[in-house]
């Protein structure tokens, strides 16, 4: 079965420093990727997506990822955290060839910015 | 927001008691999600629906149950809620946009199962 695995389940950044967070998913076939954020409180949103061309990604809010096939990965960075960007971050992979659209989720990595 | 609308936003109910949540879409999107959010395990995939009267199981569907009648609504039944169904429960459709696609959510339904 398919599986993502998010390996930083927490995460405490200081206001400008970097972020990468890490994603691996389990499917050797064609892959559809998402970065999903939520606020305290709120849904889901989405980030940005990779279905194909230019392995990097930019989504809102100055965010981006990386897909690199060999490595089953899809790593979310950005390269200046704000306070406003605390919230839990979720990856997604939907590994059905786009038939039921249905997602895998990561479990999450809750990033805390201290001001 | 795609809107997505949940009903109701907060339920308190009792071990065995049946529950029904409800997810209402206004933009007649052909595919609906069901999950459960619970700490540590992420989102959840429940039952999903791939048009009216149709529907099939995900990863973690025992003791629940889904019904689509139109396509605007999707139902969620827990025919004996229990205390491990205690959870954030999230509606979901699938947008399409252009050749990709995109999963939109509905605010969720925090359940107390006592």
């Known amino acids: 079965a398919q599986s993502v695995s998010q390996h930083n389940h927490h995460v405490i950044l200081s206001e400008a420093a970097s972020l990468e967070l890490g994603c691996n998913y389990s499917?050797?076939?064609?892959?559809?990727l998402f970065w999903y954020v939520q606020y305290p409180g709120q849904h889901l949103q989405l980030l940005l997506k990779?279905?194909?061309?230019?392995?990097l990604v930019k989504g809102i809010k100055g965010f981006e990822a990386e897909f690199i096939k060999s490595k089953f990965s899809f790593n979310l960075r950005k390269p200046s955290v704000q306070w406003s960007d605390t919230a839990e971050y979720f990856c997604a992979v939907n590994a059905d060839g786009g038939a039921t659209n249905k997602l895998i989720f990561g479990t999450g990595t809750l990033l805390a910015v201290q001001p | 927001d795609a809107g997505i609308t949940q009903s109701p936003r907060h339920k308190v109910t009792e071990t065995g008691t049946p529950v029904t949540l409800r997810c209402h879409q206004t933009?007649?999107?052909?595919?609906m999600y069901w999950y459960r959010q619970d700490p540590g395990h992420g989102l959840r995939l429940i039952h999903y629906?791939?048009?009216?009267?149709?529907?099939d199981k995900g990863e973690v569907s025992d003791g629940y149950s889904v019904s689509r009648s139109k396509t605007e609504d999707f139902l969620l039944t827990l025919e004996s809620a229990t205390s491990s169904q205690t959870s954030v429960y999230f509606c979901?459709?699938?947008?399409?946009?252009?050749?990709?696609?995109?999963?939109?959510f509905g605010p969720g339904t925090r359940l107390t199962v006592t």
């Open positions: 979901a459709i699938s947008a399409e946009t252009g050749s990709s696609y995109e999963q939109y």
């Open positions: 499917y050797g076939g064609t892959v559809n």
């Open positions: 933009e007649n999107h052909r595919y």
């Open positions: 990779y279905f194909s061309g230019d392995p």
């Open positions: 629906s791939y048009g009216v009267k149709d529907t």
